[in-house]
């Protein structure tokens, strides 16, 4: 069975960037003076950042730059994008229109993970005080079976991740719509046009682009994307122009008759046709059926700072919760990077990731206990079970809890104040491998995000159980992570989210405890090194070189089983500082910034 590993390769960027020494950024801020009437002096007020240590060995150093603007900013996978955005911002629109351009431009210059073809999570806190989790995960088509698949022999196939059967019924243009109508200010024809043009008049390939397509070749090839993204057999030649004259149509028809035109319309007609031929199990009433739900955020606090994140059907917003809630319990945390802070670290994710693989699933077809798994007191109880000098397996955590590559992120905030987190997904790079050709894009491979088989790991690993079944018009338990933070003054201080599978959910809160509680630069938090547990595999994964040679000793010694992940989670985040906004994509990505404020 063909499993495909899921890592990020990204879009990049050849332009020339505004890249400030973050030493520098107080005084470019100043002279850079404000606009767009956001009082930028609540900075003022924030704590001072802490340089960071990272080990010797460590693949970043410290006190790097980061992208800075005193009125807003956008951080995303693809320049292109964030530019898109920028555009919109230019022209009087919000973060919200902003956030909406830069998901249809990502459909267009980051095709690996940007989509029509998928779904995501846009939590949005206007600076009116008004939140939103805007929920446009896909849903199982009403076709699905729990066992679909199962071949003869009970044995899970590759089928939920590879091909025409792996696809939810995509949500990304209903939700982006949705997001837009009630708290946008521009038309949607309007935040599209960036998109449109990126399509229609093409855009240069860079490197990023060409060396995921050819990292992907194999997979792509089998289906009709190839004529596409392999002219002549090559992949897309960096330095060329890529136009997209079907995805051009697309959005057109999106621009002049809103989201019907996907889900009712000719681009609907296409869709069914194009999964049918492959053997899909798409009807049109799947389409039309579809519809993205506005929920409240889960609002909690770490220590003075309030967090808005993301409901099921993600985990991420849950799973967040109840591990920083976990380490919230501790008076005070080791230093970054030492044996007792990786201790309480991992200990906390483990006990989470234990609640989020049995737990969690679609609200509107199981029992979720939010209230409990996000409260306080249920996390003085699992501290209980953390022992100060030794890991806990999970399966014997298991029976004391039981009681009870590919996707991207963007971050964006507006000259008012406004936020924007946005996380949408085709789930793997290229999601199934399967392009339409019709409408011109990617379809999603969501439907691994189901436990096929209850019990049995996933594309991630994940083991899952019942909650997370398959089900007709079900929605497929996420990570997703999508996280606005306020400081103790109620200020939006931190936009985050991550692409990287369950990796999501420690990537995105390692980056919020960075900020928060070592008090790291953005641009430190972002390259700190990472870690992550996820229950099952029973392994504390870290970042070669992440962890010092002494510290994974004692950490086996306390009974840690430790092994080296070389790809974590791809974060792009955006944090205030005194006079404005600094912007930080994902460092392990590549070099150049895809950051853009002004
Ligand atoms: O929703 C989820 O949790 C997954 N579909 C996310 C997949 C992902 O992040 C792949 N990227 N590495």
């Known amino acids: 069975m063909m499993r495909r590993s899921s890592g990020i390769s990204g879009a990049a960027a050849a332009a020339v960037m505004t890249y400030v020494a973050l030493s520098s950024v107080f005084a470019a801020c100043h002279s850079a003076g404000t606009s767009g009437g956001r009082p930028n002096d609540v900075g003022a007020a924030l704590p001072p950042r802490v340089p ?14 980061a992208t ?17 955005g920028d555009e919109i911002l230019r022209q009087g629109g919000n973060a919200v229109d902003a956030a909406v351009a830069v998901g249809f431009a990502l459909a267009v210059t980051f095709p690996y993970a940007g989509n029509l073809g998928g779904g995501g999570y846009m939590v949005i806190r206007m600076a009116d005080g008004r939140t939103s989790a805007v929920d446009y995960r896909e849903v199982a088509p009403l076709a699905a079976m729990p066992d679909m698949y199962l ?3 009970g044995k899970l196939t590759d089928e939920s991740v590879v091909g025409y059967k792996a696809s ?6 209903a939700g982006m719509a949705a997001a837009l109508a009630r708290f946008g200010v521009k038309s949607l024809r309007d935040v599209v046009q960036p998109a449109i043009r990126l399509a229609e008049d093409g855009f240069i390939v860079d490197s990023a682009l060409f060396l995921s397509l050819q990292e992907d070749r194999e997979y792509i090839s089998r289906f009709d994307g190839k004529a596409v993204f392999f002219p002549n057999g090559q992949p897309l030649q960096p330095g060329t122009r890529f136009r997209q004259p079907a995805l051009a149509r697309t959005l057109k028809l999106i621009a002049d008759r809103g989201a019907d035109a996907f889900y009712t319309g000719e681009v609907a007609d296409s869709i069914v046709a194009g999964m049918r031929r492959g053997g899909g199990i798409f009807t049109k009433d799947d389409l ?11 609002v909690s606090t770490y220590r003075g700072y309030r967090l808005f994140t993301m409901p099921p059907s993600s985990s991420g ?20 990077g030492s044996v007792g802070y990786t201790h309480a670290l991992a200990s906390a994710y483990q006990r989470a990731f234990i609640d989020r693989n049995s737990k969690l699933g679609d609200p509107a077809f199981v029992q979720v206990p939010l209230e409990r798994l996000t409260s306080k007191d249920y996390a003085r109880g699992l501290r209980r079970t953390i022992a100060p000098d030794r890991a806990t397996p999970t399966p014997e955590l298991e029976r004391k809890i039981a009681e009870g590559t590919h996707t991207t992120h963007y971050s964006v905030v507006d000259g008012s104040g406004n936020a924007v987190a946005t996380t949408t997904t085709i789930n793997n790079g290229y999601g199934s491998g399967v392009y339409l050709t019709g409408p011109g ?4 491979d969501e439907m691994d995000d189901f436990a096929a088989q209850p019990g049995k790991p996933n594309m991630f690993g994940l083991v899952q159980g019942e909650q997370n079944a398959i089900a007709p018009g079900k929605r497929m338990l996420s990570a997703m992570s999508p996280t606005i933070v306020l400081d103790p003054a109620g200020n939006v201080l931190l936009v985050v989210g991550a692409a990287g599978g369950p990796r999501i959910i420690t990537a995105t809160s390692q980056v919020i405890l960075n900020v928060i509680h070592h008090r790291m630069s953005l641009a430190d938090a972002m390259r700190a090194p990472r870690l992550h547990h996820q229950a099952l595999p029973d392994t504390l994964r870290y970042e070669p070189s992440g962890l010092a040679p002494a510290v994974l000793d004692s950490l086996t010694h306390m009974g840690w089983r430790v092994k080296p992940i070389d790809w974590v989670a791809n974060v792009n985040a955006v944090m205030r500082v005194p006079g404005g906004w600094v912007g930080v994509s994902e460092p392990r990505d590549q070099g150049v910034s895809r950051a853009v404020g002004h």
């Open 52 to 65: 960071a240590t990272f080990p010797p060995a460590w693949r970043f150093a410290a006190n790097e730059k």
């Open 288 to 298: 039309a059926r579809y519809r993205p739900i506005m929920r409240e955020p889960i």
């Open 441 to 444: 894009f990617f379809m999603n």
């Open 168 to 173: 939810g019924v995509p949500g990304a243009v």
């Open 317 to 336: 917003g849950v799973t967040i919760t109840e591990s920083l809630n976990i380490l919230e319990t501790f008076d005070s945390l080791p230093p970054f």
């Open 151 to 153: 071949d003869q022999n």
């Open 68 to 84: 800075v603007a005193p009125s807003t900013m956008i951080a995303s996978n693809s320049l292109l994008a964030s530019q898109a």
